[in-house]
């Protein structure tokens, strides 16, 4: 059984930061891809951002310059730091990986249980 466990929202000035955490745990045998999705009130849910196992990374338009993610494979562990973070940003955000849990599995998506940024004005 694989989790995915987040930490790090929070309720922020606009200008302010944050930075979010999500650790897989579990059976895993490799990860492919780490990502970061959001979805705010009314809406659908969106990327952020991703990374790939050979640290390839790709953004949401409106996060370029202003966000960054990054992983640790040893940890299993994918990070966002938000940097000047506009009301626009509020969301809850979620963390995606793309985990294969043997050798011979295909790789499946799991998601974690979400957290609320808020960005005031």
């Known amino acids: 059984q694989v989790q995915l466990v987040e930490s790090g929202g929070g309720l922020v000035q606009a200008g302010g930061s944050l930075r979010l955490s999500c650790a897989a745990s579990?059976?895993?045998?490799?990860?492919?891809?780490m990502g970061w999705y959001r979805q705010a009130a009314g809406k659908q849910r969106e990327l952020v951002a991703t990374?790939?196992?050979?640290?390839?990374?790709k953004y949401a338009d409106s996060v370029k310059g202003r966000f960054t993610i990054s992983r640790d494979n040893a940890k299993n562990t994918v990070y966002l730091q938000m940097n000047s973070l506009k009301p626009e940003d509020t969301a809850i955000y979620y963390c995606?990986?793309?985990?294969?849990?043997?050798?011979?599995?295909?790789?499946?998506?799991?998601w974690g249980q979400g957290t609320q940024v808020t960005v005031s004005s």
């Open positions: 995606n990986f793309n985990i294969k849990i043997t050798p011979i599995s295909s790789y499946q998506g799991y």
């Open positions: 579990g059976s895993i045998y490799r990860i492919n891809v």
């Open positions: 990374i790939i196992s050979d640290g390839s990374t």
